[in-house]
């Protein structure tokens, strides 16, 4: 019988797996993250910069500049964390590849 614990690790594994894998795809679109969080960013240094307007309108401006201060908080994340996993695929592909060039070359010396 599975316990609870072991049906939680298995959940957080599935659900790892799961964020690794879309983030390798956004390694395709990364142009376009990049775009997005410089977007976000600025929007949050604008609402940053028009609080006292905002506040003056009757807007909750401390809400909206802390909403925008989280959202460009999580896109500036999201990007760190496709970057690491794109240059650690480029890692793995070297060491993958200087490995198939050194069994080769082993191969060749040992005649096989």
């Known amino acids: 019988m599975i316990t609870k614990k072991e049906r939680e690790i298995e959940f957080v594994s599935i659900t790892i797996k799961e964020i690794m ?13 990049q775009e997005a969080t410089k977007t976000i960013n600025n929007m949050a240094e604008f609402a ?6 905002i506040g003056a309108a009757g ?3 401390e809400n909206a500049e802390i909403h925008a201060s989280i959202k460009a908080q999580r896109m500036n994340a ?5 970057t690491t996993i794109e ?18 070359e082993l191969n060749k010396i040992l005649g096989m």
Do not use: M, Q, Y
Not at 21 to 33: G, N
Not at 48 to 53: A, K
Not at 78 to 82: A, F, G, R, S, T
């Open 21 to 33: 894998k879309s983030c390798r795809e956004l390694i395709a679109k990364k142009e376009i993250l």
């Open 48 to 53: 940053g910069s028009t609080f006292p307007i």
């Open 59 to 61: 807007i909750d401006a």
């Open 78 to 82: 999201l990007l760190n964390l496709v």
């Open 87 to 104: 240059d650690t695929e480029k890692e793995l592909i070297k060491h993958n590849t200087s490995r198939a060039v050194a069994r080769r």
